[in-house]
């Protein structure tokens, strides 16, 4: 089973604070995604990877930036973190371009305080 | 431009009843369009693909290109089918998605 994983179930930070959400997956898929998940808005699309060190903006990626120094680990950093991004995040992958069966985390809930 | 349009954000029926979650989409070409499904504290996950034609769990839906829909169907609804279902469009090498339906099976 490909399986990708996320670092933490819960978080909570205060507002300011630098954070970051790791998402490793086991199956050498080249593309990985991370979105967040709201009631009634359904995913968004903040960054994604087709590639090691490569990376695109998503729909909202203001407030955020990624890393993907290896091909298994993809990184959501938020620079300073603020209430407005309390949300649930999750992690995708996927084996290629054309793929478009996502394999996703269990996500992680993060509050902002 | 793209986009996936669920209309309904609950979407409440008894147990033995037919369900239908509403996907409409908008396109230029030919469309690849999926359901995805979260049960409660469960991962996302693929449900069915408009490709395959196949039926999953007893779900099945149909792609209308004069309509641009992609509704879900099932014809008897059981109460582990509660959960969030989202329809997805394949553009671009990316997915874009609906806003989402929680479909509730009462008892």
């Known amino acids: 089973d490909v399986k990708v994983t996320q670092s933490s179930r819960y978080l909570v930070k205060r507002t300011g604070e630098k954070v970051f959400l790791e998402c490793v997956q086991d199956?050498?898929?080249?593309?990985m995604f991370w979105y967040r998940q709201d009631p009634g808005l359904g995913l968004r699309l903040i960054y994604f990877s087709y590639d090691v060190k490569m990376k695109e903006k998503g729909d909202i990626p203001e407030g955020y930036s990624v890393s993907r120094e290896k091909k298994e680990r993809f990184s959501l950093i938020l620079e300073s973190a603020s209430t407005s991004q309390t949300s649930m995040y999750l992690c995708?992958?996927?084996?290629?371009?054309?793929?478009?069966?996502?394999?996703f985390g269990s996500g992680t809930r993060l509050t902002v305080v | 431009a793209q986009r996936v349009t669920q209309p309904e954000k609950l979407l409440s029926v008894f147990k033995g009843a037919p369900v239908e979650l509403k996907c409409n989409y908008s396109y230029s070409g030919s469309p690849e369009l999926f359901w995805y499904v979260q049960y409660s504290r469960q991962r996302l996950q693929l449900l069915l693909r408009?490709?395959?034609?196949?039926s999953i769990k007893g779900f099945t839906a149909d792609l209308n290109k004069g309509e641009t829909s992609f509704h879900l169907k099932k014809p008897f609804a059981q109460e582990e089918d509660s959960a969030m279902y989202y329809c997805?469009?394949?553009?671009?090498?990316?997915?874009?998605w609906g806003a989402g339906t929680k479909l509730i099976i009462k008892p």
């Open positions: 199956m050498d898929h080249e593309n």
């Open positions: 408009h490709i395959s034609r196949e």
């Open positions: 997805a469009l394949h553009s671009n090498y990316q997915l874009i």
């Open positions: 995708a992958s996927s084996l290629d371009r054309d793929s478009y069966g996502y394999t």
